[in-house]
């Protein structure tokens, strides 16, 4: 079965074309590669901006649907040997292709829409199943992918580890999102099937991450600026780590982005002693590279402490030997060595799963494999038997 994923959620435009074959008696699938993965952002033009503006993403989405479908598709018929499904002109036959799979929320509402009406027209057009798909769900999937195909391979990290359908994650599991804008701790069942069990309260950490960076006159997306500074530095600012004895699995950002506020805050105050610096009394001073490393790094660990002691909390809790990880913070390296840290020191038997970098951040792979796995009947409770009767919601959420 051949799957094109389609996801226009933020300011990537992403598709992607998996092939899945079925292997059990249930029928569900158990091998899923990626024959095409293709991501066009904007980030770098939001990033002029320290952030996204919502008209801007939907325009650059416009631009972009099209050319990222034709490539996807294109790459991926090729090495089937296949001609590509048509997708305009007299041929719009779609052979080749047995379903479409779209993100329909949540999101930024323009940008939500393009992938939407394409996915709507493409799948009219064809005349096949659409599959909506709950992009905080879609990122979950990116842990059942067990493929590239060799060519793929070549385009991606070297830190890339991709399992086999051996090591896909089992139920029960927890299951942490750390996207830019959620940070929700489930337990899954089964696919499609979980218990909402907390998330954050206010900031997500991907948020956090951004808006900390803002604050330190980093570019958007500051996750990965902060990481990098990070690396270099140390934790001596020993920042708030809110929420992290709480007797709930929810969390907390805001406090800790309010307290890098202050200290740059005080930092720049006339008269006002720096905690920045504590040589330096006055005037708007920058921290030093020094500083900023260590601010990055004290910021990064403060994030992650609390992402781990609740994560492995969960699934002490509900006594699951699996985690499995999701979204572009997870893309974050220190964030699953203290997590395997964590299992080790409490010797705790849990495995965990984290998808390589590359699909930890928003992609159409991620959300052409939760096609497979959540036929249009879980996709969304209601099925979609006419595909044009699909509305994008801005507001989808996991808790209910
Ligand atoms: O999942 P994602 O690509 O988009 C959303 O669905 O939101 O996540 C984007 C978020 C941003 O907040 C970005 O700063 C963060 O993931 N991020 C990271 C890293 N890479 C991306 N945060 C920390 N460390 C990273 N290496
Ligand atoms: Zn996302």
């Known amino acids: 079965m051949i799957i094109l994923g389609i996801e ?22 158990s091998r899923i590669q990626i024959l095409s993965n293709v991501v066009a952002s904007s980030a770098s033009l939001q990033s002029k901006y320290g952030g996204i503006i919502p008209e801007q993403a939907a325009r650059e989405q416009i631009k972009s649907i099209i050319p990222v479908i034709e490539e996807v598709l294109s790459q991926a018929f090729f090495k089937k040997r296949l001609p590509r499904p048509a997708i305009g002109g007299a041929r719009n036959d779609g052979v080749g292709v047995d379903a479409v799979a779209v993100t ?3 999101g930024l509402i323009g940008s939500l829409l393009v992938g939407v009406e394409t996915a ?33 391979y070549a385009q991606v990290s070297p830190k890339s ?13 927890i299951g942490l999102l750390v996207s830019g804008g959620h940070t929700d701790l489930v337990l899954f069942t089964d696919h499609g099937k979980y218990e909402y069990l907390g998330g954050t309260r206010d900031d997500a950490a991907g948020e956090c991450f951004d808006k900390c960076a803002r604050l330190l006159g980093l570019p958007y997306p500051g996750g990965p600026e902060i990481n990098k500074l990070a690396e270099k530095g140390k934790d001596t600012f020993r920042l708030p780590r809110p929420m992290i004895n709480s007797n709930d699995l ?9 307290a890098v506020a202050n200290l740059l805050h005080t930092n720049s105050t006339p008269g006002v002693k720096s905690k920045l610096n ?5 005037g708007s001073v920058p921290p030093s590279e020094v500083e900023l490393r260590n601010l990055c790094a004290s910021i990064e660990t403060a994030i992650i402490d609390v992402l781990v002691v609740k994560t492995v909390k ?26 395997e840290f964590r299992i080790k020191d409490l010797e705790l038997r849990i495995k965990l799963h984290v998808p390589p970098p590359e699909l930890c951040t928003d992609n159409g792979a991620m959300i052409a494999a939760a ?30």
């Open 314 to 339: 969960a699934a002490q809790k509900y006594n699951v030997e699996q985690i499995i990880i999701a979204g572009g913070v997870a893309s974050n390296q220190k964030l699953v060595s203290d997590l």
């Open 161 to 173: 580890h991709i399992g086999s359908e051996n090591e896909v994650p089992k139920f029960p599991c």
């Open 371 to 400: 096609g497979f796995f959540l036929p249009p009947r879980k996709a969304n409770k209601n099925s979609i038997k006419d595909p044009l009767t699909l509305q994008a919601n801005p507001n989808l959420s996991l808790a209910y």
């Open 278 to 282: 504590p040589s330096r009394h006055t």
């Open 120 to 152: 709507k027209t493409l799948a009219r057009i064809w005349n096949k199943p659409l599959i909506p798909v709950n992009h905080l769900l879609g990122h979950f999937y990116a842990n059942w992918i067990t493929g590239y195909t060799p060519d793929v």
């Open 250 to 258: 929810d969390f907390s950002f805001s406090g800790l982005k309010t």
């Open 104 to 106: 329909y929320g949540p």
């Open 8 to 29: 226009t959620s933020c300011d990537e435009t992403a598709a992607a074309v998996l092939e899945g074959s079925p292997s059990t008696s249930s029928g569900s699938t």
